[in-house]
């Protein structure tokens, strides 16, 4: 295959001559009329060509074609570090070509193409969009049509694009339409949208494989469906977490490119399943700073910030019995100091566990899944006391107001989650925990903080605290329960049932919001429970279960890409360097 595809000639950049070789892997040019010592070379892998196009073409910042018939232009990856983050921005990086002849030319674009074909066979072709025009900045529309509709025309993919006008649109239309002939689906916007596509795919998957989601032990159909997000909304935390930068172009390059297994986290209440989260299943303070926020909409972004100081001086703690079932202490552990980076070992090591079957478990495409399988497990261990905040994440969670996260050493898709308990304390020391987080001093190195890597998490209140139950968030929750209950129901049921539904969840929606607001007005008791904050949502209940399933989704994605490790990679084999080169 190595030698068909080799092609080695003389090409002209500008009035500059250079020696030009594609070989299977990458595609090299160096000047020709320097001496030895100064000659620079310039290697592209073949993996991260975004496209080849005839002629002298421009894409972005506007598209530009002159169709000339001796040259051609080919688009790559160019990486760049970013001020604000740990991750690297990827640009489109652009070289035009000039040949001698039209027919060298056409040789030229004819094996980079077939180059592309061999070895980068699962590449998109069709995906289907859903634009939030609301979410975030309200830029959505904007972002995808001027920086992102491009880069996928340029890389011959395809796409059918829904502009939503309603929440639940997207996660609804992924649950019962015709989705033949994508590969994927991407989400423009934040947080939630990327939950409502999550929520669509997974019972999507499940429905089709005959499968229960409501019962905690099954072991779920991982997604056929590859998710990328364009980030658009205003937390945008599995996008931090999993490309490392917060940039549409970045995104969108990752989309066309890249493969990433996710682990997401399951969450039941008795025998229902209430809602999947990726990032943050959290109570105590992130439940109360998520509760307190929905008052706040109106304010933005900067709401989780009031809300954060409103909750931290009304210094609340919350009486709870926490079980826990451990993972493999030989495999990791959320206190080893290393961090989940592009071809984690761990990860891999996992996919290898969880899918035994799989030829090419390694690899980036990896879309044959077999069943889950138990590793050495520990017993259950249970906890009880009162808790500034309990938090259970699958990776780390990092974002704009937390760079390293929830738990930094946390795996994307080790099949297991973080659990941080953090014991009623002093104020001034859960401060201190808070701001640690904005900064790499490690927030788990103090007394009243606890972190394990678990499977599944069972959280209860002490005998008699339901009883307790403040009335306002008591009357919420037989609200939302009535009607989360109605809509579990329609999930599995009718057309009809469905769409009844989708009006049930926006009511409650509205509920959530009356109710809280009722709450805090009527009463300035100090509740004797939290609510749970889901990826971004309330949930309804207060006791629940969760589990962790390995690897369920899969994004376009391929983790984060640390400068500093990104210049050691000069020693790889061809094949890894194609992974990590750097561009200057
Ligand atoms: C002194 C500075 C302390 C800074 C503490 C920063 C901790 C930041 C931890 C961020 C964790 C994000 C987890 C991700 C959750 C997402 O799935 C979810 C959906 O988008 N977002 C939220 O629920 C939104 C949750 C947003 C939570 C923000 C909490 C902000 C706390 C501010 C506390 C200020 C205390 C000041 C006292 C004088
Ligand atoms: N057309 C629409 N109208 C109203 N809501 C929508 C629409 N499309 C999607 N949504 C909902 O808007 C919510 C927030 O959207 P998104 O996550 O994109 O933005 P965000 O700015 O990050 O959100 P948030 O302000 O909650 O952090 C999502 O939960 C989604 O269900
Ligand atoms: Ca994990």
Not at 538 to 557: K, M, S
């Amino acid at each position: 295959m190595e030698t068909d595809l080799r092609l080695e000639s003389s090409l002209w950049i500008g009035n500059k001559r250079y020696r030009a070789v594609l070989t299977g892997w990458h595609l090299k040019w160096t000047e020709a009329d320097k001496k030895n010592g100064d000659k620079k070379t310039v290697s592209v892998p073949v993996a991260e060509v975004v496209g080849v196009e005839n002629g002298r073409v421009e894409i972005l910042p506007q598209k530009s074609v002159e169709d000339t018939d001796k040259d051609f232009t080919v688009f790559y990856i160019k990486r760049s570090r970013s001020r604000s983050t740990y991750g690297l921005l990827w640009s489109l990086g652009r070289t035009q070509f000039s040949c001698p002849s039209r027919v060298l030319r056409d040789q030229w674009t004819n094996h980079l193409r077939t180059a592309l074909k061999t070895h980068s066979p699962l590449r998109p072709h069709r995906l289907l969009v859903f634009i939030n025009p609301f979410g975030g900045k309200k830029k959505g529309r904007e972002i995808y049509h001027s920086l992102v509709a491009p880069l996928f025309e340029l890389a011959g993919i395809s796409s059918h694009v829904i502009v939503t006008e309603r929440a639940n649109q997207a996660r609804d239309h992924l649950l019962k339409k015709d989705l033949t002939g994508f590969d994927g689906v991407v989400c423009v916007g934040g947080d939630g949208m990327f939950s409502e596509v999550l929520h669509g795919l997974i019972g999507r998957t499940q429905q089709e494989a005959g499968l229960c989601e409501t019962d905690p032990a099954v072991t779920l159909q991982p997604c056929p469906l590859h998710i990328g997000i364009i980030p658009a909304g205003s937390t945008d935390c599995v996008c931090y977490a999993t490309v490392g930068v917060i940039d549409p172009v970045s995104s969108a390059l990752h989309i066309i490119i890249d493969s990433q297994p996710l682990d997401v986290c399951s969450v039941h209440h008795a025998s229902t399943l209430v809602r999947y989260s990726v990032s943050l299943v959290g109570y105590g303070f992130y439940g109360d700073v998520l509760a307190e926020s929905e008052k706040h909409r109106w304010m933005g972004p900067l709401r989780y910030d009031y809300s954060g100081t409103v909750v931290y001086l009304s210094n609340r703690s919350y009486a709870g019995i926490v079980q826990y079932l451990p993972a493999d202490p030989l495999l990791s552990s959320p206190k080893d100091k290393t961090r989940c980076l592009s071809g984690c070992n761990v990860c891999s090591r996992s996919t290898e566990r969880l899918f035994p079957h799989t030829s090419d478990s390694g690899s980036l495409y990896s879309s044959h899944f077999s069943q889950y399988s138990n590793d050495s497990e520990g017993e259950w261990v249970s906890v009880e006391g009162r808790f500034r905040c309990v938090s259970i994440t699958c990776m780390s969670s990092s974002c704009a107001r937390s760079p390293l996260g929830l738990s930094p050493s946390a795996h994307l898709a080790d099949g297991t989650g973080d659990l941080i308990l953090v014991w009623d304390t002093h104020p001034l020391s859960f401060l201190k925990f808070l701001y640690r987080h904005t900064s790499t001093q490690d927030q788990f190195d103090l007394p009243f903080v606890e972190v394990h890597r678990v499977k599944a998490v069972r959280f209860s209140l002490p005998d008699g605290r339901e009883e307790e139950v403040h009335e306002g968030i008591g009357e919420l929750n037989r609200a939302i329960e009535e009607r989360e209950y109605v809509d579990t129901v329609s999930r599995n049921g009718s057309q009809q049932q469905l769409a009844q539904s989708v009006v049930e969840r926006e009511t409650m929606n509205e509920h959530k919001t009356v109710a809280s607001i009722l709450c805090g007005l009527c009463c300035k008791k100090t509740p004797a429970v939290s609510v749970w904050n889901c990826d971004g949502e309330i949930l309804p209940f207060t006791e629940i279960f969760c589990r962790i399933h390995g690897q369920l989704v899969r994004l376009y994605a391929r983790g984060i890409e640390d400068g500093a490790a990104m210049q050691n990679c000069s020693q790889e084999s061809d094949k890894n360097k194609s992974r990590c080169i750097t561009y200057k």
